[in-house]
């Protein structure tokens, strides 16, 4: 008899770090999936332990499906089966579309829209037959108004939202419910990569003075309490959903 566990893709850091300590209180098995940063998953799982939930990390590269095939029947052999998917592992790399690159495009939907095909398909094989689960995607709010410089990013984040209302239809009979977050500006190494840029600094902080109501910019753990509630019964009749965690920027 297999047991049911929580799979955070990218949930080393960031975002993905949040949300996986805030689904151990599910009280199910946390599986912290990450590409490269071992250390970062080392500091998760601690962070999981302590607060006394069986976590284990899974390296994979979720643009590649053979490396997500493989976790995901490492995961099996482990005597686990993923019950709550949370697609979060994602990346950025903007610029201007006219001097944007093959790899820079192919990269970035290839983790970001590529990564929710391959994780979720892999894991719907074995919830259809259980006729249980939940999944919830990070999407962004990229997705959603588009953000000039991030024509990639914006497509991958667009596409997971149209997968998430398709695959709600797809999976509502098998009782499986499948929503998504749409965060805004979210304190993280990403948020961080991205000012480092001194005119994009500038822009965003022109976007939290003028554009965020609250005047600043969100916590990771105000988008996993989010997650947390979609992925609880407390969600129960909540399906194909974009819940968006901006503190009101794009009101
Ligand atoms: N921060 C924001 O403002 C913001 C806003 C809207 C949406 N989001 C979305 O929220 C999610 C998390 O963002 P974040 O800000 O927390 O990012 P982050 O701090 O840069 O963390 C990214 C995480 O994804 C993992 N990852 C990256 N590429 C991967 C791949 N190919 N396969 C598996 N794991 C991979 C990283 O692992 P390694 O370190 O091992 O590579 C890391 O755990 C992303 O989908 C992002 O698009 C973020």
């Known amino acids: 008899m297999s047991e049911p566990a929580v799979l955070v893709t990218g949930g080393s850091r960031g975002i993905g770090r949040a949300i996986a300590v ?9 599986l912290v ?9 080392q500091e998760a799982l601690d962070a999981l332990r302590r607060v006394g939930v069986r976590a284990e990390a899974m390296r994979a590269d979720v643009s590649a499906s053979g490396e997500v ?6 995961i099996k052999h482990m005597g686990l089966w993923v019950q709550v998917l949370v697609n979060n592992a994602g990346i950025t790399r903007d610029g201007l579309l006219p001097l944007m690159s093959d790899s820079a495009w192919e990269s970035v939907i290839g983790t970001n829209l590529g990564g929710v095909f391959h994780c979720t398909r892999g894991v719907m094989r074995t ?27 914006s497509a991958a984040k667009a596409g997971v939202i149209a997968m998430t209302r398709s695959l709600a239809r797809e999976l509502g009979p ?23 840029n001194t005119e994009v600094h500038s ?28 992925a609880s019964d407390d969600a129960s009749y909540v399906n194909g959903h974009t819940l968006v965690v901006d503190g009101g920027l794009s009101v």
């Open 33 to 41: 999936n990450y590409a490269k940063d071992e250390s970062a998953a």
């Open 127 to 153: 919830m259809i037959p259980k006729k249980r689960g939940v999944i919830v995607n990070i999407a962004s709010i990229s997705g959603i108004r588009g953000h000039a410089g991030q024509a990639n990013y």
């Open 174 to 196: 098998f009782n499986i419910r499948v929503n998504a977050v749409a965060p805004g500006f979210i304190k993280t190494d990403l948020l961080q990569q991205l000012g480092a």
């Open 203 to 230: 822009q965003l902080e022109t976007i939290r003075d003028q554009m965020i109501p609250f005047g600043r910019f969100g916590d990771a753990h105000e988008v996993a309490k989010v997650v947390r509630f979609l």
């Open 22 to 30: 805030e689904l151990a209180g599910l009280g199910l098995p946390v």
């Open 69 to 74: 095939d493989a976790m995901l029947r490492e």
